[in-house]
């Protein structure tokens, strides 16, 4: 069977007519000490997937102002990472992403969720100054 049948075949309810902003697969070089992949890589692929929703809603360029994160369970070598997203706020200058972090294990073809995390944009322009993000636009 095609991979892409069986990915559709095993997806959660919670993820069913979702698309994840970022996808990217585990590789040897990201692990930690202990052969599970490093927090810091899942950390910035968790930024990089909330980043890319943040400056799609607000138009603006963006820069990280502040993350909460938690990690579930570990990300291994071989597992397709997938990252979802949702704007949970929106103020005068910033925006608030909550990014999903799932895991399409290899060997075992299951998703399970490995982390979230919530992180805070604020809006800059050309200066790197920060600037009101107008309603209703990109």
């Known amino acids: 069977m095609p991979e892409s049948s069986r ?3 095993g997806l959660p309810d919670e993820l069913r007519g979702r698309m994840p902003t970022l996808s990217v697969i585990a590789m040897p070089a990201d692990t930690n000490a202990h052969g ?3 927090g810091g ?3 910035s692929n968790m930024d990089l997937a909330a980043a890319q ?3 799609e809603v607000t138009g603006h360029d963006i820069v990280t102002r502040a993350a ?3 990690f579930d369970r570990p990300l291994n070598v071989g597992d397709k990472a997938w990252f979802y997203t949702d704007v949970t ?6 925006i608030t992403v909550k990014t999903e972090a ?3 294990r290899r060997s075992v073809h299951v998703f399970e969720k490995v982390g979230e995390g919530e992180f805070v944009f604020v809006a800059i322009d ?3 100054n920060k600037i009101a993000i107008e309603p209703g636009k990109p």
């Not at 706020?89 to 910033?94: A, D, F, H, L």
């Open 36 to 38: 599970n992949i490093f």
């Open 89 to 94: 706020r929106i103020g005068t200058t910033s």
């Open 41 to 43: 890589w899942m950390m």
């Open 53 to 55: 929703q943040a400056m």
């Open 102 to 104: 799932w895991a399409l």
């Open 7 to 9: 990915t559709l075949e």
């Open 126 to 128: 050309k200066n790197k």
């Open 68 to 70: 909460t994160i938690s």
